[in-house]
C-alpha cells in the first residue's frame, strides 16, 4: 500500500501545502513507487517558520525538566513502536533491517531520554565566579532548521531534536526527500505525548525547499547533515547572515590496522566499521590500511569476509548488505570503481552487480588493491560498498596516509595494544576515532576536521544562547 502524504505538519496538525508539486518515494530494493510526499515551496516553509516563531516563546520558558519529561514520553512511544519505523525507514532507502532497527529504533530512543537527563540537569541561571555576583544565563538559541539526510533518518533527526528541544529551541524539520514518510510517523508521536503545537514542524521537498528554510531570516540556526558540496553553500548563507550553523559533512575514513592486530576482532567489525549501511554512511573507514609485512594476510580477510557476507533483500534479517539508496548512486558508485579500473587499480572482490539481480540498485562488496593515492577511490568519498586496501610500512607511515585526505570525520585503529591503538588514535586528523571497532557512546561528540564539517555535534550547548548579567557587589 502506498503512502501519499503531500501535506506538511504545522502548528500541530497536518495542512495542505501551497502547491502541488510532488516527489515519488521508490523502494530501492524492488524499484517500486510506495509512496508520495509535496515538494513544498518558499510559502510553505514560512508558514512552519511562523509557527515556530509563535511557538517560541512559550516552549523557552518552560523549565529544563518539563521538557525533558516531554523528551521521556517520546522515547517511550518511540521505543514501542521502533520496528515499525524501522521497517519503514528500510522500504525507502534500503538499509538492512538488522541495522534499521538500531540507527531508526534503539538509536533515536537512546538519544531522546539521554538529551531528557541532560535537560534535567541544564543549569539555567548561575553566579559567574563565588566571589562576583554577576550572573550567566543559558537560553534557547531559537528557531532550528533541521535539514536531515536519508541513509540513518531518526538516528540523525533524534541528535539535532532532541538537543534542540532540551534546549527550549523550536524546529522546523526538512526531511531527505527519499525518506520523508518517517518523519510523518515521528510527529504523529509528539502529538500523542502532548508536546505543543508549533514546537516542531516539518515540511517535505527537494533541494529549493531546503534553501528557502536556510535563507529564511525568521530562522536561528541550521543544523545540517550532507554532503561537503551542500555544506559548503549552506555555511556560506548561513554566514552571510550571521545565522548560528552546524554541519556534519562528508567523509573518506581510514581504518589502521596495526601489525599486532588480532585479524578475528578486525573480522567481526569489518562491515559495522567500514561499509556500515552498504557503505552510505560518512563516517565509513573505506580506505584500510594494512602493514605491509601482513598486507597479504589482511586483504585476504577482507575479502573473505565481504565475499561471504550477504547481500539480498534489505527486509532480511540476514542480510549484510541491502540496494544502494536511489539508481543515481548506483551509478555514480559504478563510476567510481570503473575509473579506479582505468587508473590501474586491481579488483579482489566484486566489481559489478550481482548475478541474477534483475531488480534493485544493487552493487557487489567490492575490495579494491594496487591502488595509488593519487586514484580518485582513495581521496574522495563514494558512498558505496567499495573498500580499498593500501600498505603502509610503520606506525608513523599509517598515520601519515591516513592523514593524507581533505576529510577528517571518522577513522579506526586495530591493535590488541589499546594504548599504542590510542596513541595511534591521537595522531590522526579526523574527529572520532574507534578502537577495536568500539561504538561511540551518546556522550561522545561528533566532531569533523577540515572538509568533514563546521561546528561538529556540539550537543546541547550548540543550541543554547550564553548571556551575561553584570551586577553591582553589596
Known amino acids: ?18 502547491t502541488s508539486d510532488h516527489l515519488p518515494v521508490v523502494d530501492p530494493a524492488t524499484e517500486m513507487v510506495i509512496g508520495s510526499i509535496a515538494d513544498s515551496n518558499d510559502a510553505d516553509v514560512s508558514r512552519a517558520v511562523a509557527a515556530a516563531r509563535a511557538a517560541l516563546p512559550g516552549w523557552r520558558e518552560t523549565s529544563p525538566q518539563e521538557r525533558a519529561d516531554h523528551l521521556r514520553a517520546l522515547a517511550d512511544v518511540f521505543e514501542d513502536r521502533s520496528e515499525t519505523m524501522a521497517a519503514l525507514v528500510t522500504h525507502q532507502n534500503g538499509s538492512v533491517i ?7 529504533g534503539t538509536r533515536p530512543v537512546a538519544a531522546y531520554r539521554y538529551n531528557a537527563r541532560l535537560a534535567d540537569a541544564l543549569e539555567v541561571e548561575a553566579a559567574l565566579a563565588p566571589d562576583d555576583p554577576s550572573l550567566v544565563r543559558r537560553e534557547a538559541l531559537g528557531v532550528v532548521g533541521a535539514i536531515v539526510p536519508w541513509n540513518a533518518p531518526q538516528a540523525l533527526l533524534a541528535a539535532k531534536l532532541g538537543p534542540a528541544l532540551a534546549a527550549g529551541c523550536t524546529v522546523v524539520v526538512k526531511p531527505s526527500p527519499e525518506t520523508s514518510l518517517d ?15 508549533g514546537v ?5 521537498g527537494g533541494r529549493e525547499t531546503g534553501a528557502a528554510l536556510v535563507r529564511h531570516p525568521g530562522v536561528d540556526k541550521i543544523s545540517f547533515t550532507g554532503s561537503t558540496a551542500a555544506g559548503r553553500v549552506i555555511a556560506a548563507a548561513c554566514g552571510e547572515m550571521l545565522k548560528s550553523v552546524t554541519a556534519e559533512l562528508g567523509g573518506k575514513s581510514a581504518a589502521v590496522v596495526l601489525d599486532d592486530a588480532d585479524l578475528d576482532v578486525l573480522a567481526a567489525n569489518l562491515i559495522s566499521t567500514c561499509l556500515p549501511n552498504t557503505g552510505q554512511v560518512c563516517y565509513s573507514s573505506t580506505r584500510i590500511l594494512a602493514p605491509r609485512s601482513r598486507f597479504a594476510e589482511v586483504t585476504d580477510l577482507v575479502v573473505q569476509t565481504l565475499g561471504t557476507a550477504v547481500l539480498g533483500d534489505p527486509t532480511d534479517p540476514a542480510s549484510d548488505f541491502g540496494p544502494l539508496v536511489s539508481e543515481a548512486q548506483r551509478q555514480r ?34 575490495v579494491l588493491v594496487d591502488v595509488h593515492r593519487g586514484m580518485r577511490v582513495f581521496r574522495e568519498e563514494i558512498f558505496g560498498p567499495v573498500v580499498v586496501v593500501v600498505p603502509f610500512d610503520d606506525d608513523a607511515d599509517g598515520v601519515r596516509i591516513a592523514n593524507d585526505s581533505s576529510y577528517g570525520l571518522g ?10 591503538a590510542t596513541a595511534v588514535a591521537r595522531r590522526m586528523e579526523t574527529g572520532n576515532v574507534s578502537v577495536n571497532g568500539r561504538d561511540r557512546s551518546d556522550a561522545t561528540p561528533a566532531f569533523g576536521y577540515k572538509d568533514s564539517g563546521v561546528g561538529g555535534d556540539p550537543g546541547l550547548s550548540g543550541y543554547l544562547q550564553l548571556k551575561g548579567i553584570s551586577r553591582p557587589r553589596g
Open 411 to 420: 577513522g579506526s585503529v586495530f591493535s590488541q595494544d589499546i594504548e599504542r
Open 333 to 366: 558508485v559504478e563510476g567510481y570503481i570503473e575509473s579506479a579500473i582505468a587508473e590501474g587499480a586491481r579488483v579482489a572482490l566484486g566489481g559489478g552487480r550481482p548475478a541474477g539481480a534483475s531488480t534493485g540498485y544493487y552493487v557487489e562488496p567490492t
Open 98 to 104: 538488522k541495522r534499521s532497527r538500531r540507527t531508526n
Open 1 to 18: 500500500m502506498t503512502q501519499d502524504r503531500r501535506e506538511m505538519f504545522v502548528d500541530g496538525r497536518f495542512q495542505p501545502t501551497s
Open 200 to 204: 516542531v514542524n516539518v515540511v517535505t
Open 183 to 197: 518523519s510523518f510517523m515521528l510527529v504523529e508521536m509528539l502529538a500523542e505525548v502532548g508536546l505543543p503545537p
